[in-house]
């Protein structure tokens, strides 16, 4: 699994975007590497979240999870996560487990990325 970071929006309100590509397996770091990309932002102080999920093919239930943690550890500081680009089986998989009904999801980055300006 590749993981990238970019940060996107206004001075007054960063919005980071967290570029997953690839498959994240029970097996691999990539929860690992998503726990560790994730905790820097919301350490950082960084607000706004949105996951691009465009290229993933896979996600393992321990990556949602995980997803999850960092969605309530950002809502106490009065930011929120969007995912953007679930597909395929990632899109089954995430609303298989009621994930969209806790995060909100949008077909594109900048969607996700307008949500939050729009909220601002």
């Not at 397996?25 to 919301?42: K, M, Q």
């Not at 607000?47 to 999870?65: A, H, K, P």
């Not at 996560?81 to 089986?89: D, N, T, Y």
């Amino acid at each position: 699994m590749d993981l990238s970071v970019a940060r996107k929006g206004t001075k007054e309100q960063t919005i980071v975007v967290v570029k997953l590509s690839g498959e994240m397996d029970i097996g691999e770091e990539g929860v690992d590497r998503l726990r560790a990309a994730l905790d820097g932002v919301v350490e950082e102080g960084i607000r706004f979240v949105v996951l691009d999920l465009t290229d993933m093919t896979y996600v393992v239930s321990r990556g949602f999870g995980q997803m999850l943690v960092a969605l309530a550890r950002l809502r106490t500081r009065s930011g929120d996560l969007r995912i953007a680009g679930a597909k395929g089986s990632v899109w089954t998989a995430a609303s298989t487990v009621g994930l969209d009904n806790i995060i909100k999801f949008y077909e594109t980055v900048d969607e996700a990325v307008a949500s939050f300006e729009e909220a601002a």
